[in-house]
């Protein structure tokens, strides 16, 4: 037998800045900033898979951050910056991690690639070339049932490369498989 | 999309304001800092505060200090798990925390999991951490809104187990715990801050809040954590193994051997730690102290892997971590 | 093709197919543009939540609604009562309600559902209702449901607890024992696992004001969930509008049309309301689908040399709740053993019962991983017995390609003798196997898979893929079609196709697929039909295309058709690239010539050599073919394994894109990876048969840290059958995974695990066994016994059978005809 619950207390409102832009949100005081950037803000970019902090689905950044959006309380986030997958854009143009991502088909069903595109940028933000092991670790927090990870490595280390001004082409490996 | 049911928030900017908050909210307020335990437990209804008082705009529980010319390094409990694996003193002179810290579920979520939270993390059992809905085709358990517990249907306790990983490394390490009441503050050493059952887990007292973690001088002695788990990322431990020895020379003079995951609490293991005294742990010393604590590790069927499996890598983890130090010390 | 043009005329080069290339929909996936399910809010849309059952096996006596229906924001109930049609994928067995009517079969069976005005409304509101059940025992495994009859979980199904018999037999097995060198029989189990898509199922209905419905859905076959809405709900057809968003995973998962979409419907129908429902992780746990536990008999006979001369497999699956695609699971355990190796006379005795546990039902490679699994760990032991390598012992005896089998499967293109000459190369077999260091392995292990389901879920003589194709004056092509984007990259399978045949880039074209109201007919993704089907669908509209389009422009270029080329965005003359029109131009010609510029194409496979019952089950227009070795390493005294790296080569008859073909053999790697070392649906028998762990936490899904090294290499033996030769990638290579590492474990440690999950406890214990002198093995040491039904025999090809089943010789009586559906 459940309780009755009590009606639901007013909305919270709160100011912050969601990918550089100042916006602000009202909502019931118990959603989570997933809920928020979902259904108060329409950014449905971030995505979620348990709601449980057991997928990194819903990652997002949070002070320039990763952090699991389904276990931030939107209360929290008064005044503080998210980035989610819609900020990722330089205007028109794809940032190069998105580039890669599609180079390489790094993005199979898209689902998970919200989260993994801003873990990733928060790696390549601290560590401008990380080995493998690097990438690996990083992203251990972040499930993907399509790729087997490896495509998304190799479009990590791919944007790498360019965000250093190298001009690289993917490994031919990458795209026709060892020959 | 499992969401959290409605309660009251407060993000108080002291101390003093958060016990206050607490104490008049009564036994129906938590604390939470970094949320990573409490708000998946409370979507799972398992814990169904009124009110929530966070910790995170508490100046002064975010800061590592000490450690200078061999003085005690002072923890904050807020500080992320992020946070003090990547602290260079800590790393340094305390790389069994660091390890432990690293070893905690996945890398995003140690940007947001904290010190405390990970001390005073509720015990855990597959009987427990499911959804209302689940638990109610098991008629619930005695942890949260049943009568018995499900891991031992006969037994009058609860066995839910103690799945923090710093929590023992403290143990190990003989860190002490500052608690803050609304009037007063106290020191525990870390081992007297659990309790071995699965409900009444801690010694703290509800109000209190756990401010620092203060871990001992570096000097001659060294630690180890192992952490066995079926992945090496989000997962609780099914075994941990913190050993802590003091070298004399070549040999070993005091040592401590702690288990997480097979209690309620941190399980020190005296035998284990006695059979290695006045050795340079020789294969014959780490295989005495390996079956001194397999005795008594006893793995529940409530968390990951087989018992007997379990039980047996006790003394694989043990022998494990003992060479480990042995190679770091030679 | 039906109209008895072959696509094998498309020969190299080409200009888009085999090209790696951006997926159509790859910009909006990366920006997070990709609108999934529950991505979607219509305005005034109300949350639906399913109550559902905290019993595994009772009879439902009342369903209190009434607190439920008093609270604040709640906008309906609903309960069996107003669904009492019976439901299910396939015809054979609709056994599923989609809120119980009486009884409850499973944790997790839907009994009521609500809609609120938020999900929180709706949660409380479905948790305050009240159900009284009758409890019933429960059978909680193969086991149980083999020795319990009763109570029944179903009222159908040839006897207790079994949902399916079947018994086969293509030549006179027991003779081809007798003519074997070495006869062995061994037991194998594989536990169940399931899809975990990240994406947790989710639907949204509309009941417009001119009474029709629209629901959106994550759902891998529109068309399916279309029919059993139109059946339940009792609405026209011609009323309902089925849109598949895209898939954020699906592998099979979302193949079955589900309780929470007809719910959803009829929620909107009842309010006047979207409806939007979205399910939690542990409510996909009990939608589950998933691969079917299933414990096998294996006896095969052969030469000195290996040559198979009888193969008997006995299979007995556990089906969980409901028949979902089970009947078809049951047979594709039999199905493909024949196509690998050439196999003499073979015998399938298959069965599968009712548990009350999670329905199972077609996981990546549905069916087919288990019996791959014990086939190629037998053939490990049987290499070994006659002292022979297992890569020459299969070398030697490859099914032949353009040739029946003993099951009247017809092989096309056959690249496995290639496969696997690339992953022993590369792995340095020769040098290794056998020879690396204690703890230390390396195995091998092959497999085939279907481009595509012979036969259609329901009986029907439509083709199984229809694609629409409209030219615009500017230039530009919409492609129709149903099929569904699962993430594999069907979506851009459409878009390459149509763009080398009309010359012009997949940019230029705009694809609009898994809607029912605006989209012809493709049964769906599954089986591997996509690029085959509705490859083919595509290729003959858009070669229709190019036929109206190249006429205009030959009359207008004063040409014979014939010269005429488009590529480059242009049509122009063969022998004169410079004499030309664009493409835009061109259609325009053919738009004043003919009118609008739209054509159809379809695919209907060709039909099944087999005409035995149950010869529906196996025939694809292509297989095709992968060999793995996989490289481990096992810790004598903890039994960890690691899996550093698999070296895979999948012969994929042809790479529409290569990038992509890559994409799906690693991904299938890791899928079974994951079923291999970890991943297992476990239940508590004694808890009232509750899931252990219905969490993304507590279900072991291989992280980063897991993950092996693949070193993967593309065969291309071009099947004639499939557009430009192409043949699937997206399920096959997951098969021959899990039996590489299973044989690597043993070259490492000499253990025989028997069965998946290998985790460390079953390797530890297998190793005490070793140090004990007893059999090395971890595995199954009993098959129940089952009272198969009466064999069917059919003789194989080349004893004179003409795929029919006849009565046996010493019945003498007639050739029976018999059909299957």
Not at chain 1, 28 to 35: G, S
Not at chain 3, 177 to 202: K, W
Not at chain 3, 314 to 329: E, P, Q
Not at chain 3, 561 to 577: G, L, S, T, Y
Request: proline share 7%; hydrophobic share 40%; aromatic share 8%.
């Amino acid at each position: 037998m459940v309780k009755r619950k009590p009606p639901l207390p007013a909305k919270a409102h709160i100011r912050l800045v969601v990918n550089d832009e100042a916006v602000e949100a009202s909502f019931a005081p118990h959603k989570t900033l997933l809920e928020i950037l979902r259904e108060d803000l329409g950014l449905t970019g971030t995505k979620h898979g348990c709601e449980l902090g057991e997928c990194g689905t819903c990652t997002v950044l949070l002070e320039g951050h990763p952090v699991l959006s389904c276990l931030v309380l939107g209360l929290a986030c008064e005044g503080k910056h998210v980035r989610t997958v819609e900020g990722m854009r330089h205007g028109p143009d794809l940032h190069p991690l998105q580039e890669a991502f599609a180079e390489l088909g790094a993005a199979q069903c898209g689902y998970c690639t919200p989260g993994i595109l801003l873990t990733a940028e928060a790696l390549l933000e601290a560590n401008s070339a990380p080995t493998r092991d690097e990438i690996k670790l990083a992203l251990s927090g972040n499930l993907c049932r399509c790729t087997g990870y490896i495509k998304i490595y190799e479009a990590v280390e791919l944007a790498a490369s360019r965000m250093r001004g190298d001009p690289t082409t993917p490994p031919e490996e990458a795209i026709y498989g060892r020959r | 999309m499992l969401r959290l049911p409605s309660f009251t928030y407060h993000q108080p900017r002291t101390l003093r304001q958060a016990l206050r908050i607490k104490r008049d909210a009564g036994p129906t307020a938590m604390y939470v800092a970094g949320g990573t335990d409490l708000y998946p437990n409370m979507k799972r209804r398992h814990q169904e505060p009124q009110v929530v008082v966070s910790l995170a705009n508490v100046p002064g529980l975010r800061r590592i200090r000490g450690g200078t010319k061999g003085s005690v390094v002072s923890v904050g409990a807020c500080v992320t798990l992020t946070e003090l694996r990547e602290h260079r003193h800590v790393r340094k002179k305390h790389s069994a925390v660091a390890r432990a810290a690293e070893l905690i579920s996945t890398p995003i979520l140690q940007n947001m999991g904290t010190v405390g939270g990970n001390i005073c993390l509720d015990t855990r059992c597959n009987y427990y951490n499911q959804s209302y809905e689940w638990r109610k085709s098991i008629n619930f358990c005695m942890k949260k809104d049943g009568e018995i517990c499900w891991v031992a249907p006969s037994s009058p306790r609860c066995w839910a187990i103690c799945s923090s990983d710093l929590a023992p490394v403290a143990v190990a390490m003989g860190a002490e715990f500052t608690l803050q009441d609304i009037d007063a503050e106290r020191s525990i050493p870390a081992r007297d801050f659990f309790r071995d059952d699965g409900i009444e887990y801690l010694t703290k007292r509800p109000d209190e809040i756990l401010t620092e973690v203060r871990l001992p001088p570096a000097n001659g002695w060294d630690a180890v954590y192992w952490k066995l788990r079926r992945r090496e990322a989000f997962d609780f431990p099914v075994l941990g193994v913190a050993v802590w020895i003091e070298w004399d020379g070549a040999q070993v003079a005091d040592a401590r051997i702690v288990l997480g995951a097979v209690a309620s609490y941190p399980l020190e293991v005296p035998e284990a730690a006695q059979a290695i005294l006045g050795s340079r742990l020789e294969d014959d010393a780490i295989a005495t102290a390996a079956d001194a604590a397999y005795k008594p590790s006893k793995p529940m069927d409530n968390t990951d892997f087989g018992l007997a499996w379990r039980k047996h890598m006790t003394r694989e983890y043990v022998k494990g971590a003992l060479r480990e130090l042995r190679k770091r010390h030679s | 093709m039906d109209d008895g043009r072959s696509p094998s005329r498309h020969t190299p080069p080409f200009r888009v197919i085999g090209t790696p290339r951006w997926k159509i929909d790859a910009a909006p996936k990366v920006t997070g543009e990709t609108k999934f399910a529950d991505d979607l809010a219509l305005p005034r849309m109300l949350y639906a939540k399913i109550l559902r059952s905290t019993e595994p096996h009772a009879r439902v006596v009342r369903v209190d609604t009434s607190a439920a229906e008093r609270m604040n924001g709640v906008r309906a109930v609903l309960t069996g009562a107003a669904l009492p049609t019976p439901f299910g994928i396939l015809p054979v067995s609709q056994d599923e309600h989609a809120l119980a009517i009486d009884k409850v079969r499973f944790i997790g069976d839907p009994i009521a559902a609500v809609a609120a005005s938020t999900e929180e409304i709706a949660t409380d509101a479905a948790n305050a209702i009240e159900v009284e059940y009758e409890q019933l025992a429960t059978i909680a495994s193969i086991e149980d449901a083999v020795a319990s009859p009763e109570p029944r979980i179903h009222d159908y199904g040839p006897v207790g607890n079994f949902h399916k018999l079947i018994d086969v037999e293509f030549g006179d097995v027991d003779a081809g024992f007798s003519q074997s060198d070495y006869v062995r029989e061994d037991l194998f189990f594989y536990e169940g696992n399931t899809h975990l898509p990240m994406e947790q199922h989710a639907a949204l209905a509309d009941w417009s004001a001119d009474r029709k419905l629209t629901v959106w859905s994550s759902t891998q076959t529109p068309h399916y969930v279309h029919r059993a809405l139109a059946k339940v709900l009792g609405l026209a057809p011609a009323h309902i509008r089925v849109i598949a968003c895209p898939n954020g995973g699906g592998f099979g998962g979302k193949s079955d049309p589900f309780s929470h979409e007809i719910v959803v419907a009829k929620l909107a129908m009842l309010t006047g309301r979207p409806v939007k429902i979205t399910l939690t992780r542990e409510e996909v746990f009990y939608c589950h689908r998933g691969r079917h536990p299933t414990l096998m008999w294996v006896k095969t006979g052969v030469t000195n040399d290996g040559r198979i001369k009888g193969m008997h497999f006995r299979t007995l699956l556990d089906g969980g709740a409901y028949g979902s695609y089970g009947v078809a699971s049951t047979y594709y355990t039999g199905a493909l053993q024949t196509v690998t190796y050439q196999v003499e006379r073979y015998k399938f005795q298959g069965a599968r019962v009712f548990t009350n546990k999670a329905p199972c039902g077609p996981k990546r490679g549905h069916g087919t991983p288990q019996p791959r699994f014990a086939l190629e760990i037998q053939m490990d032991k049987i290499a070994e017995a006659l002292g022979q390598d297992p890569a020459e012992l299969r070398l030697r005896h490859l099914a032949p390609p353009n040739a029946l089998t003993a099951n009247y499967l017809s092989i096309g293109s056959m690249g496995l003798g290639e496969c696997i000459r690339k992953v022993v190369k590369a792995s340095g077999w020769n040098e290794r196997f056998r020879q690396l260091p204690d703890g230390r392995g390396l195995g091998l292990a092959c497999s085939s898979y279907i481009s595509g389901a012979g036969v259609a879920i329901y009986w029907n003589n439509m083709p199984h893929s229809g694609v629409q194709l409209k030219c615009d004056r500017g230039g530009g092509v919409t492609v129709f079609c149903g099929s569904t984007e699962i993430g594999q990259g069907s979506d851009s399978i459409l878009a390459y196709i149509v763009a080398e045949i009309l010359g012009i880039e997949p940019i230029d074209i705009r694809v609009v697929t898994a809607d029912t109201d605006l989209t012809p007919v493709d049964l769906g993704s599954y089986s591997s039909r996509v690029t085959l089907m509705t490859g083919n669908a595509a290729l003959q509209a858009a070669e229709r295309a190019r036929e109206i389009i190249g006429k205009a422009a030959a009359k207008k270029l004063e040409m014979s058709h014939d010269r005429i080329v488009f590529a480059d965005r242009r049509v122009f003359d063969a022998q004169d690239p410079e004499r030309g029109i664009s493409f835009a131009e061109a259609v325009q010609l053919a738009e004043a010539a003919e009118g609008t510029v739209g054509t159809v194409g379809s695919y209907t496979p060709p039909n099944s050599a087999g005409k035995y019952r149950g010869a529906g089950v196996g025939p694809s227009p292509a297989y095709s073919y992968s060999a793995a070795v996989a490289e481990v390493e096992v810790d004598g005294d903890t039994g960890i394994l690691r899996v550093p790296r698999i070296w895979i080569a999948h012969d994929a008859g042809r790479c529409i894109n290569p990038v992509n073909v890559i994409g799906q053999v690693e991904g299938s790697v890791y899928m079974g990876l994951g079923e291999a070392i970890m991943e297992e649906m476990a239940y508590r028998g004694n808890r009232n048969v509750v899931h252990k762990i219905p969490s993304l936490l507590e279900y072991k899904s291989p992280t980063t840290l897991e993950m092996c090294d693949v070193v993967t290499y593309i065969v291309e033996d071009p099947d004639a059958k499939g557009p430009f030769g192409a043949k699937e990638v997206g399920q096959g290579p997951l098969l021959p995974v899990p039996p590489a590492i299973a044989n690597a474990v043993y070259d490492a440690v000499g253990v025989r695990i028997d069965e998946i999950p290998i985790t460390p406890d079953k390797v530890v214990k297998a190793l005490k066994r070793k140090t004990a002198g007893q059999t090395p093995r971890f595995g199954p040491s009993a098959f129940p016994a089952v009272p198969w039904p009466e064999t069917i025999h059919v003789p194989p090809p080349w004893e004179g059978g003409d795929g029919r089943a006849v009565e046996p010789v010493t019945a003498g009586t007639a050739f029976p005809e018999e059909r299957q559906h």
